[in-house]
């Protein structure tokens, strides 16, 4: 028999995909925030009583807009772009800006609902958005991609500002895009404001930004590792992805005494038996980030990795599973080889990566399971970091960032035991979610029906 709960979040469900049908990204997301919370939700009827749930769960204002560009060959063509200012309870809207030919509403959405929470759980005064566009910058030039971010500024700085909306990078906007959109703002404002994060150093971006994904989600994993008494010393890890969250996780980790064992990219992954070293690291970040080459071409010129074409990295055996390329990259069949293969936890670096019952495969075998909105939070906790050096007019050291960083890791992760402790162990998933909404809900309280 069907207890109260899942009768609550069965109705609640229905009613969310009647609302907004097809956004199945949408629908996952929300589902998961909502089984988490719902049992602490239903005991406090000072909540229920303001729709806190119906309200979280509707964007404050989705825009929607045509960015009309040239390619080099003088060809015009059309994307859409959108920004999903989710909810600004806490503070300026905050997220990152996607550019991928996947990109859509129902993305964007669960991209900026899930941000609500992680946002929150930084402590830090920031509220939830993401945005983007269907736009794939592979194989574009550089002066391509600078027309088609300036284009795209041409009708997204109507919507953003530093007290309003600061947007960041996600896959596909790095350091290059992130340029091309700061200058295009400046000089239609004809003033220098922190309305963007992600900056290179050289004008407003903080230390330790580019890495701190990466490193934040390394961080996260020895916290949880620690408190089972363990640590990353000696572990071997399972990466996907190399892009920014996946190249510095593996940084990290190698710093750690973990092995890293393979990384990936939307071609297939490769597997380094002996683990990555320093040197093959290097050579994957120039790769990745200056040539925009592909992780094949790390194996066609090193003897000792192997590229496994169209495969995702789950069938390695490892110790841990650090998913840091895409939403829902790791599904169910891959969740029980990894099991299979002796995984004991999972970290994510990228956004929903798991599908949502790989998810439930985990909670059931009693993995360590870190969720996204925990683990890879690191990243908007320094841009939240950057936005205050550019408000005090100071640039503070990578050491101070990086102890920052540190501190609002093992911060997220106390909040995990604080709100997911169930029968001795820590139901991460349940911490993240509970301790993510509960501030959030209390300060909507506070405001009233607005
Ligand atoms: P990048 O664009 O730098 O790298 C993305 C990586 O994932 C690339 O290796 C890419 O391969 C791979 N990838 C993308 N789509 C797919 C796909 N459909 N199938 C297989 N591989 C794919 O992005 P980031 O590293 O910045 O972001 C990675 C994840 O981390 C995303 O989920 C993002 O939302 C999340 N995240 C990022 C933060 C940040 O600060 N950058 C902050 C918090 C979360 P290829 O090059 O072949 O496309």
């Known amino acids: 028999m069907k207890n109260s709960h899942q009768t609550e979040l069965e109705q609640f469900m229905l009613q969310l995909r009647r609302q907004n049908p097809d956004e199945i990204h949408f629908h996952q997301a929300v589902e998961e925030v909502v089984e988490s919370v719902l049992p602490w939700y239903l005991q406090h009827d000072e909540y229920r009583r303001a729709r806190i749930l119906e309200r979280v769960t509707e964007p404050d204002r989705i825009v929607s807009f045509r960015i009309t560009?040239?390619?080099?060959?003088?060809?015009?063509?059309?994307?859409?772009?959108?920004?999903?200012?989710?909810?600004?309870?806490?503070?300026?809207?905050?997220?990152?800006?996607?550019?991928?030919?996947?990109?859509?509403?129902?993305?964007?959405?669960?991209?900026?609902?899930?941000?609500?929470?992680?946002?929150?759980?930084?402590?830090?005064p920031m509220g939830g958005a993401k945005g983007g566009a269907d736009f794939d910058p592979k194989g574009k030039s550089d002066r391509e991609v600078m027309r088609f971010c300036q284009a795209l500024m041409l009708e997204l700085h109507r919507y953003i500002g530093e007290d309003v909306d600061?947007?960041?990078?996600?896959?596909?906007?790095?350091?290059?895009?992130?340029?091309?959109?700061?200058?295009?703002?400046?000089?239609?404002?004809?003033?220098?404001?922190?309305?963007?994060?992600?900056?290179?150093?050289?004008?407003?971006?903080?230390?330790?930004?580019?890495?701190?994904?990466?490193?934040?989600?390394?961080?996260?994993?020895?916290?949880?590792?620690?408190?089972?008494?363990?640590?990353?010393?000696?572990?071997?890890?399972?990466?996907?992805?190399?892009?920014?969250?996946?190249?510095?996780?593996?940084?990290?980790?190698?710093?750690?005494?973990?092995?890293?064992?393979?990384?990936?990219?939307?071609?297939?992954?490769?597997?380094?038996?002996?683990?990555?070293?320093?040197?093959?690291?290097?050579?994957?970040?120039?790769?990745?980030?200056?040539?925009?080459?592909?992780?094949?071409?790390?194996?066609?010129?090193h003897k000792a990795v192997e590229f496994f074409e169209s495969a995702r990295p789950w069938s390695v055996p490892c110790d841990i599973a650090m998913p840091c390329a895409t939403e829902n990259e790791l599904d169910l069949n891959d969740a029980q080889s990894l099991h299979?293969?002796?995984?004991?936890?999972?970290?994510?670096?990228?956004?929903?990566?798991?599908?949502?019952?790989?998810?439930?495969?985990?909670?059931?075998?009693e993995i360590l399971h870190a969720p996204g909105k925990a683990s890879n939070a690191g990243g908007v906790a320094v841009s939240g970091l950057e936005q205050s050096q550019n408000s005090l007019r100071i640039s503070w050291s990578r050491e101070e960032v990086d102890k920052r960083l540190q501190g609002i890791?093992?911060?997220?992760?106390?909040?995990?035991?604080?709100?997911?402790?169930?029968q001795g162990q820590v139901n991460y998933v349940a911490g993240a979610n509970i301790g993510g909404f509960k501030r959030v809900a209390d300060t909507m309280l506070a405001y009233g029906i607005v």
Request: with cysteine; net charge positive.
């Open 69 to 124: 560009w040239e390619t080099d060959a003088r060809e015009v063509v059309v994307n859409r772009g959108w920004r999903v200012q989710f909810n600004h309870t806490l503070g300026p809207y905050k997220g990152g800006l996607r550019f991928h030919p996947a990109v859509n509403q129902s993305v964007l959405k669960f991209l900026a609902f899930e941000q609500i929470f992680k946002n929150s759980l930084t402590g830090l």
């Open 166 to 301: 600061i947007p960041a990078g996600d896959i596909g906007v790095g350091a290059r895009e992130i340029s091309y959109l700061f200058a295009q703002y400046m000089r239609m404002y004809n003033r220098w404001a922190g309305v963007i994060t992600g900056k290179s150093l050289a004008y407003g971006g903080s230390a330790v930004r580019t890495q701190a994904t990466g490193y934040g989600c390394v961080y996260f994993c020895e916290n949880m590792l620690n408190h089972i008494g363990d640590s990353l010393s000696g572990k071997s890890i399972a990466i996907s992805g190399s892009g920014n969250v996946a190249i510095y996780a593996a940084e990290k980790a190698l710093q750690m005494g973990a092995k890293v064992i393979t990384l990936s990219d939307s071609s297939g992954f490769v597997l380094i038996p002996d683990g990555l070293n320093e040197e093959q690291l290097k050579y994957v970040q120039v790769l990745k980030e200056e040539r925009r080459g592909r992780i094949s071409d790390f194996a066609n010129t």
């Open 340 to 365: 299979k293969n002796g995984v004991f936890a999972i970290c994510e670096g990228a956004n929903m990566p798991l599908t949502a019952d790989a998810a439930r495969f985990f909670a059931e075998k």
């Open 409 to 422: 890791m093992a911060d997220i992760h106390q909040q995990c035991i604080q709100y997911g402790a169930q």
